[in-house]
Nanobody
Framework: QVRLVESGGGSVQPGGSLRLSCVAS????????MGWFRQAPGKEREGVAR????????YYSDSVKGRFTISQDNAKNTVYLQMNSLNSQDTAMYYC?????????????????WGQGTQVTVSS
C-alpha cells in the first residue's frame, strides 16, 4: 500500500508560481504512474498532469499545458508540480494520486491511492 502526502500549497498573486510536492511512502515500487488532480468548489475534479513512474512520460491537460510541469525524483519518492503563471482559475484543492493500473494511467481515471490535498489560492 502507498501513502501520499502533499505539501507546498498556499496563497499567491496572479502571475506567481508555486511548487507542490508529493512524498510517497510504502510500496512505492508498485505505482505505474502518479498524477496531480484539482477540484475547485462546485466543480468536478480535473486531472491536470500525469507522469509514468518508469519512463517519465508526461501528460498535461489543456488548461495547464505550458504553465505547469510535473517531475519526479525517484530516489526521494517524490513527485513535484511546478506551477507558473498562475491565475484565479487555478484556485483549487490539489491532490496527488497514484495508480498501479496502466489503463487507469492511460485514461487518467480510476487512480486508487490519494493524498489529503493541499490548497492553492490565486488572488490579488
Amino acid at each position: 500500500q502507498v501513502r501520499l502526502v502533499e505539501s507546498g500549497g498556499g496563497s499567491v498573486q496572479p502571475g506567481g508560481s508555486l511548487r507542490l510536492s508529493c512524498v510517497a511512502s510504502g510500496n512505492t515500487g508498485s505505482s505505474a504512474c502518479m498524477g496531480w488532480f484539482r477540484q475547485a468548489p462546485g466543480k468536478e475534479r480535473e486531472g491536470v498532469a500525469r507522469i509514468y513512474s518508469r519512463s517519465g512520460n508526461t501528460y498535461y491537460s489543456d488548461s495547464v499545458k505550458g504553465r505547469f510541469t510535473i517531475s519526479q525524483d525517484n530516489a526521494k519518492n517524490t513527485v513535484y508540480l511546478q506551477m507558473n503563471s498562475l491565475n484565479s482559475q487555478d484556485t483549487a484543492m490539489y491532490y496527488c494520486a497514484a495508480s498501479v493500473d496502466h489503463y487507469s494511467c492511460r485514461v487518467f481515471q480510476g487512480f486508487e491511492t490519494w493524498g489529503q490535498g493541499t490548497q492553492v489560492t490565486v488572488s490579488s
